[in-house]
């Protein structure tokens, strides 16, 4: 079945750190990716995404690099600080489905002073 | 900027009670989700719709129902509320095309007692 998952519900790093938050997925036919912040009572927030023809992308602080022969996906933010808290949650865009958006079950990043 | 705006941020209801979840964007979005957030499995979609009067069942739809009478809103309907219910509603929007970005309000935990 399709499924997009996470190798570790829970990440700790000291503050100025580098992080690197993983996801697997299933489906070999997704489009894209989207990888989404969500902070403590708030809804998630899209955060950078890449599409499948692309293996890497950067934003401001943040690399997405996807790995298509192994179907995985990771988010490296760089010089991690205490606004980075917060849970992570891959997300797989199925253009040939309707858009259909899978996600992933989260991952927790706590970011020590 | 993209803003979707939920009823109620907490609402707790009784067994056998009918629930009204409203979700309303401001951004002339053609799509509109609802998702249930439960820990340890993320995001499940529970019906979606691609226009006015449209609705199309998602991975849970069971127990649930939708309507969308106006562009701009979108209510879900649990009509007659039961204990495994419990849970964080999420409503989303996105344009139709492009990277499908999916924009969120900030959910609406409900408690079935």
């Known amino acids: 079945g399709e499924s997009v998952g996470l190798h570790l519900p829970t990440l700790s790093v000291q503050e100025g750190d580098n992080s690197i938050i993983n996801c697997a997925y299933s489906?070999?036919?997704?489009?894209?990716f989207i990888w989404y912040k969500q902070e403590s009572g708030k809804g998630p927030q899209f955060i950078i995404d890449?599409?499948?023809?692309?293996d890497k992308r950067q934003g401001q602080r943040v690399t997405v690099l996807l790995n298509k022969t192994v179907k995985h996906l990771s988010l490296q933010i760089a010089a991690t600080q205490p606004g980075d808290s917060a849970v992570y949650f891959c997300?797989?865009?199925?253009?040939?489905?309707?858009?259909?958006?899978?996600f992933g079950a989260g991952t927790r990043l706590f970011v020590k002073a | 900027d993209v803003k979707v705006t939920q009823s109620s941020r907490y609402l707790v209801k009784r067994t056998g009670e009918k629930v009204f979840l409203e979700c309303v964007q401001d951004?002339?979005?053609?799509?509109m989700f609802w998702y249930r957030q439960d820990p340890g499995l993320g995001l499940r979609l529970i019906y979606f719709?691609?226009?006015?009067?449209?609705?199309e069942k998602g991975d849970i739809p069971e127990g649930y129902s939708v309507s969308r009478e106006k562009k701009e809103r979108f209510s879900l309907i649990l009509e007659s509320a039961s204990t495994n219910q419990t849970s964080m509603y999420l409503c989303?929007?996105?344009?139709?095309?492009?990277?499908?970005?999916?924009?969120f309000g900030p959910g609406t935990r409900l408690t079935v007692l």
């Open positions: 890449i599409r499948s023809n692309m």
């Open positions: 719709s691609y226009d006015v009067k449209m609705k």
């Open positions: 951004m002339d979005h053609e799509n």
């Open positions: 997300a797989e865009i199925l253009v040939n489905r309707g858009f259909k958006t899978i």
């Open positions: 989303a929007s996105s344009l139709s095309g492009g990277s499908n970005e999916q924009f």
């Open positions: 489906n070999s036919a997704s489009d894209y």
